[in-house]
């Protein structure tokens, strides 16, 4: 079955470590991206990438950074830069807007981070 | 730039009964995409209904179906005959229609559904 995968679902990080959260899918797709989410403040975007060895700033990039090496990763580090960085991390995938206007995204199961 | 309020924190309803969700926008664009996602508790999205801004005809997915008013920027989510399944997050989104090969997502805070039996 196609679909997207996150490890580890659940994930704790001392202050001052980096961690990185992976992400991958077999939907054949070329977009990704990456979401933060928080009680009160729905999903907001983080990083985003339209093809392989390209992504590009969302909203809160701070303390984030990202890779595309390859069409079926794209792993998210949470640097020791964040300020904040517990939180509920979400990646997504969708075929490019360009080619199909109705186009969705696909979402990963998640991947809950906590900051001890 | 364009918002998504949600202004329902929380609902609830009876199973069987039917309730709706609001979600208003603001943009200045004229073509654009809306989208309703839910979020059980195992937090999975899962993408509820769609629609195009162009298309005059509301969405209808089974029980689900939206009522959207282009002119007033209002997107409501319909539940009808509620099932205890439906319990969930609820997640007003739009999407540009312009702007380049972005796929942007511009989500609400979202409605908090709870079903009662």
């Not at chain 1, 994930?11 to 992976?22: A, D, H, I, M």
């Not at chain 1, 992400?23 to 403040?41: F, I, K, S, T, V």
């Not at chain 1, 595309?68 to 939180?87: D, G, H, M, W």
């Not at chain 1, 991390?89 to 696909?106: D, G, H, K, M, V």
Request: aromatic fraction near 12%; glycine fraction near 6%; proline fraction near 4%.
């Amino acid at each position: 079955d196609g679909g997207i995968t996150q490890s580890p679902k659940y994930l704790f990080r001392k202050e001052g470590q980096n961690v990185t959260l992976s992400c991958e899918q077999n939907l054949n797709h070329d977009a990704m991206y990456w979401y933060r989410q928080d009680p009160g403040q729905g999903l907001r975007l983080i990083y985003y990438s339209q093809i392989v060895n390209d992504f590009q700033k969302g909203d809160i990039a701070e303390g984030y950074s990202v890779s595309r090496e390859k069409k079926e990763s794209f792993p998210l580090t949470v640097t020791s830069a964040q300020k904040n960085p517990t939180a509920f991390y979400l990646c997504a995938s969708s075929i490019p807007r360009t080619t199909a206007q109705r186009n969705e995204q696909f979402f990963g199961p998640g991947t809950r981070l906590t900051v001890l | 730039a364009q918002t998504v309020t949600q202004s329902q924190p929380e609902m609830s309803v009876q199973e069987a009964e039917t309730v709706t969700l609001s979600c208003t926008y603001d943009t200045s664009e004229s073509d654009y995409y809306l989208f309703w996602y839910k979020q059980p508790p195992s937090r999975q999205m899962i993408l509820v209904i769609r629609q195009e801004a162009y298309k005059q005809q509301n969405a209808t997915e089974n029980r689900f179906s939206v009522n959207f008013q282009k002119a007033a920027k209002s997107f409501s989510l319909k539940i009808s005959d509620s099932q205890l399944g439906d319990a969930a997050m609820y997640f007003c989104a739009y999407r540009s229609a312009y702007g380049g090969a972005t796929n942007k997502l511009i989500f609400g805070t979202g409605t908090l559904l709870a079903v009662q039996p």
